[in-house]
């Protein structure tokens, strides 16, 4: 009897080993494969490197976990609606790179050619207009009134400050048919008769110099040069100002005429009144007939 109570109790540490033992094994076998684990994707035969959504994914977290902001992620992915949805097995663009394995080509079969690698696309940061008007600012008083005109013969110059972009158009004097007023020369708009900006003249926002040259003959009013600071979505207007020379030789001979004219009428005046006063003085000083001495 007592050989079997030590032999029970020396057997229970080794019974609570063995169901330890195969309660660790029971869990590692009900756990999932690959939790925890993250394969990096690969790229597709035409360069392009796919991840597949998994359940719970968003936006910001497909970003975070592949080092890439939520605008990069929009620009890859158009088919992505504004609230940035995703869904379990959808297939998400995470980037650009070399093409994962040359495409196995079965003799007599189609010939497969890989798509080219397109770049990386860039954020948009918007785009602005600068609209130039050089106009005839015949009172040379540096402000363009209503009946001074656009100058032509001129040339309007826009570059931004970091380079990229450096555009020159000759300066006009056409009407705007829709204010009637002096027409601007807009760079980053849309040119006559189209309804999308080319590449070659769309204006990023920042920072430009913005320069006119007057034509022969003319003298600037105001200051040829300009830098300017512009916003996405904004458009600056900038006048510049030249006075004919022919206008600024003859308005000082015209005011000495019209003083001279006036000092004419002056003197005149002034000689008919002492002829007036000399002759009531003489007058005054000469004998009466009738008076008797």
Known sequence: MMKTKYFFLLSLPVLFALLVGLSF????AEAPQGIGQYQTPTAQPDGRIIYIAQAGDTCIKIGLLHNIDENQLRSMNP??????????GQQIMIGVGGPAAEPTVTPGGPTVTPLPVSPTPTPFTGLTEICVLLFDDVNGNAIREELELGLAGGAISVTNALGGYSQTRDS?????????????????????GQEEVPDAEKLPEGKYTVSAAIPDGY????????E????AGETAY??????????????????????????????????????????YATRMNKPSANMKY
């Open 172 to 192: 006009i004097s056409e009407i705007d048919l829709n204010t009637l007023e002096p027409a601007y020369i807009c760079f980053g708009a849309p040119p006559p």
């Open 228 to 231: 300017i600071e512009v916003k």
């Open 25 to 28: 094994s029971a869990q590692a």
């Open 79 to 88: 088919d992505l609606d504004e609230n940035c949805t995703v869904i379990a």
């Open 238 to 279: 900038v006048a510049f100002g030249a006075q004919s020379q022919d206008s600024t030789l003859v308005e000082p001979e015209a005011e000495t005429g019209s003083n001279s004219g006036l000092l004419g009428i002056i003197g005149g005046l002034l000689l008919l009144g002492g002829g007036g006063l000399a002759w």
């Open 219 to 226: 003298n600037p009013t105001s200051t040829l040069s300009y």
